[in-house]
């Protein structure tokens, strides 16, 4: 993972707090799948209010640690890995 890189949410993704959960809902002019519906723990959550354009990943990981109770090895994989999956399911783009 490129800890200088800047990433943003595509705006095809909804996203929405439902009785205390959060969830990510693809919008993409069709009923909406529920196997595409991505549920957000706290901790991605706040990662993924940070993914704007303008936060480097390093500076996430860095907001990351001051507000949670994680070591650095720790918040760095988590992330990496929340990440990656976001990536993968195309709901965010770098910004070059």
């Given at each position: 993972?490129?800890?200088?890189a800047k ?16 969830f990510?809902?693809p919008v993409c002019?069709?009923?909406v799948d529920m196997?595409?519906?991505f ?15 303008e ?5 996430i990981?860095s ?12 918040a760095?994989a988590d992330?990496s890995d ?7 399911n195309d709901l ?5």
């Amino acid at each position: 993972m490129n800890l200088d890189a800047k990433l943003r949410r595509k705006e095809n993704i909804a996203g929405r707090r439902i009785a205390g959960e959060s969830f990510l809902i693809p919008v993409c002019g069709k009923p909406v799948d529920m196997e595409n519906i991505f549920v957000l723990n706290p901790l991605a959550d706040f990662i993924w209010e940070r993914l704007d354009g303008e936060h480097t990943l390093a500076a996430i990981v860095s907001e990351v640690l001051e507000n949670y109770d994680i070591d650095e090895e720790r918040a760095g994989a988590d992330a990496s890995d929340f990440i990656g999956q976001l990536l993968q399911n195309d709901l965010v783009e770098e910004v070059a």
